[in-house]
């Protein structure tokens, strides 16, 4: 008899994995047991040789479907175990970060689905219905190993039934801790009603009309009739949230596809078990309210995630707006006293139940642009799956200040925390820390170092450089880079091409369109940006694209272009409010409050200024949303702006004052805005091409990677990528990791990385 311990890796607690593995050896006709230790899973198998080899091969290609194993190790056994194969009690071990993976959460399963609609099953109609392939997760846990008593569901003990189905290896709720029945399990409530009468109850006000503050899986959610306008404006006045798009949360892929266009990725996506929002092209008819997506060519669509959203949406028969549980700028509400204070003054009703939420997610967002997969948020169902990543010992990556996250990375992988937003706000601050330390505690990964932006005002920055282990800091353009090689795995130099709003350069001015070649030991060189032009007022440009577009239109860094003429600049400016005409004059004229930018993001909103569709804006990105919506798909067919390409200090600049100009006289002249719109991205992905083009022809890798928030607009990255491959070039752009902000602890990760082993 040979005997062999064994040891598995990975996502391999909380989905069903001791269970596949006590099927797998009893089919074999081993003997042996299996536990969780830690953060893994080991044990020791004892018979036939050959069907230890087929147990051992059937361990990392037959796993459950939200198993993820990284490695299975065998090793000689230690002693002979007992006749039969057995479950045994999970084992705290010693802490080991190598084997801390924690498990997102899964949306509702196909078979919970049938018994939740099965009137003959005990938990007909169960909201909180869930087995070991699919619940919650990382929102309940608070150790490893992942049992029932280390989840916030031990406060429900187990009644006969449900003990039942948790201690049979044979049962698919073996083990899955949150596990419950309307007999022992969470209950809704809704002010002193319980159960059916309370989801009644939150259904009679939405259909009424009204908002409902509804507890989900990683937060509190806003929910209110989607095809309302009435509702829906007053969800926005109450959130303080006057333009960005809400999520729309429909039945099933049906009622989805009535909605919007989907194509096959698309489709997996809605139907996976992360669930996330799906960006999605709008039909041009559809029930839903206008004020849902106001100026957005895309709907946010999802499909439920729990029971209890099933239930709500079958009794309701209509799509649903579920929006993130907060105030605009504050962190989605997690605790029950908390949301009630916060959620007082927006919800017409609170529905609850009794199970805590441990950690904060709220939902991720994710869009297809062709075959490929842009993350826009990653939260549930993605957060904090980890991500491969060669570290020579453990570090942080503190992020950026919008659209937050962190990394914690050892032993070869990174766990990207979830989305956290802007920190600026001092509660979203303090959830920052408190998703820090949860996440640090339970994959036990202790930074040595921390990897944090060159911005000194930005709170991430100010927060690395208090702790007590060395920082290393990182450009903001070249992590978004390395997010991205990182990401494919990619050892060799890249040449780099990084699009969003704004970030610190190492020279101490503000970049955001920008060419770099990046090499494997950590270091960047810049080889080609845009010219740059003053923002009036610094961060008010942001939110006053017409800012912006005066600041183009007279102090652009003109490289031998003539600019607008003084008519044409008259005509513009006569749109807009003459006061603020006067200040921006003067601070541009005197270069007071002015920081200047090589901003791709700046020159969106230039280009939506001066086209009308933007000049003030309720969100970072809303007037390039209404660029792209303006623009439809006539892309490649659009005659391009004048754009050049020329050498200054030592770069390639693009030269878009030239473009600027074209786009003023051309829409003066009476081209319509679509068609203008269209060649401003035609023109955008050109002027790549061209900075690319002269990069390469001095020697710079022919490995090209997409980072910044620019490249969620999907007409520029795929005229990008098109342009770029037209040259035989390889391009590369992120998928599991956020294109633009979210991504930028990742890639500092990555760039402290490889600093370090360079130095070793």
Aim: one cysteine or more.
């Amino acid at each position: 008899m040979t005997v062999r311990r064994f040891e598995v890796l990975g996502i391999v607690q909380g989905v069903g994995f001791r269970p596949f593995v006590y099927r797998t050896a009893v089919g074999l006709g081993l003997d042996g047991w299996v536990a969780n230790v830690d953060g893994h899973v080991e044990g020791e198998v004892a018979g036939d040789p050959r069907a230890i080899d087929a147990f051992a091969a059937r361990l990392g290609t037959g796993a459950p479907p939200l198993a993820r194993v990284r490695r299975v190790g065998l090793a000689r056994g230690l002693t002979v175990p007992g006749r039969g194969f057995h479950v045994r009690d999970s084992v705290p071990g010693a802490a080991r970060a190598a084997a801390r993976e924690v498990p997102p959460d899964a949306a509702v399963c196909d078979a919970c689905l049938r018994e939740l609609y099965d009137p003959a099953d005990r938990r007909h109609r169960y909201p909180f219905i869930n087995c070991t392939d699919c619940g919650p997760r990382a929102t309940i846990i608070d150790g490893l190993p992942y049992d029932r008593e280390r989840t916030t569901m031990r406060r429900f003990p187990l009644c006969p039934a449900c003990a039942a189905e948790y201690g049979d290896p044979a049962n698919r709720r073996f083990h899955a801790e949150p596990v419950a029945c309307p007999d022992c399990g969470p209950r809704l409530a809704w002010a002193g009603l319980r159960g059916e009468d309370a989801l009644r109850a939150a259904a009679r006000v939405i259909a009424g009309g009204g908002i409902v503050a509804l507890k989900g899986l990683g937060g509190y959610q806003l929910v209110c009739d989607a095809d309302d306008r009435r509702a829906v404006a007053e969800l926005r006045r109450r959130k303080q949230r006057p333009a960005k798009p809400f999520a729309v949360m429909v039945r099933d892929v049906e009622a989805a596809a009535a909605l919007a266009r989907i194509g096959g990725g698309a489709r997996s996506l809605l139907t996976s078990p992360e669930r996330p929002v799906v960006l999605l092209p709008a039909r041009r008819r559809h029930p839903v309210a206008p004020e849902v997506a106001p100026g957005a060519p895309r709907l946010g669509l999802f499909l439920p995630t729990t029971g209890l959203h099933h239930l709500l949406l079958d009794g309701l028969a209509r799509p649903l707006v579920v929006t993130s549980g907060n105030l605009g700028g504050e962190p989605i509400a997690i605790d029950d006293d908390a949301a009630r204070r916060a959620l007082a003054s927006v919800a017409d009703g609170f529905l609850t139940h009794d199970r805590p939420i441990r950690s904060r997610y709220d939902d991720s967002v994710v869009r297809v642009t062709g075959r490929t997969r842009i993350t826009v948020r990653r939260a549930r169902g993605l957060a904090p799956a980890p991500l491969p990543l060669d570290v020579p010992t453990p570090l942080a990556g503190a992020g950026a200040q919008l659209k937050h996250t962190f990394t914690l990375a050892a032993h070869g992988r990174a766990h990207l925390g979830p989305h956290t937003g802007d920190l600026s706000d001092a509660a979203t601050h303090e959830a920052f820390l408190r998703a820090y330390d949860d996440l640090k505690r339970l994959t036990g990964v202790e930074p040595e170092a921390v990897a944090h932006d060159l911005h000194p005002g930005y709170l991430s920055t100010q927060w690395a450089l208090g702790l007590p282990v060395r920082r290393i800091a990182v450009q903001h353009h070249h992590a978004h880079v390395a997010a991205v090689a990182a990401e494919h795995g990619v050892r060799e130099p890249v040449l780099g091409v990084a699009y969003d709003g704004l970030g610190l350069g190492d020279d101490g001015t503000l970049w955001g369109g920008e060419v770099l070649v990046a090499g494997p030991g950590g270091g960047f060189c810049r080889v080609g940006r845009f010219a740059t032009a003053p923002l009036p007022g610094g961060d008010a440009a942001v939110r006053h694209p017409c800012r912006t577009a005066l600041g183009h239109l007279l102090d652009a860094e003109a490289l031998g272009t003539p600019r607008p003429s003084p008519g044409l600049v008259r005509r513009f400016t006569e749109r807009l409010d003459p006061a603020e005409v006067r200040a921006v004059s003067a601070m541009v004229r005197r270069g007071v409050r002015c920081p200047r930018a090589s901003s791709a993001g700046r020159l969106f909103d230039t280009a939506a200024a001066l086209l009308g569709l933007g000049g003030h804006v309720g969100y970072e990105g809303e007037a390039a949303v209404r660029l792209e919506a303006a623009a439809g798909t006539a892309t490649g067919h659009a005659v391009p702006l004048a754009h050049r390409i020329v050498r200054a200090g030592g770069l390639w600049v693009y030269d878009s004052s030239a473009t600027v100009a074209d786009l003023l006289e051309r829409r003066a002249g009476g081209e319509p805005v679509p068609a203008l719109a269209a060649a401003f991205h035609r023109t955008l992905a050109l002027a790549t091409a061209g900075l690319v083009a002269r990069a390469v022809e001095a020697g710079a890798p022919r490995t090209v990677c997409l980072g910044g928030g620019c490249f969620v607009n999907g007409l520029l990255l795929t005229e990008v990528r098109r342009q770029l491959r037209a040259q035989g070039l390889r391009v590369l752009v992120g998928g599991e990791v956020p294109v633009g902000d979210g991504g930028i602890s990742y890639g500092q990760a990555a760039v402290a990385a490889a600093r370090l082993a360079e130095e070793r």
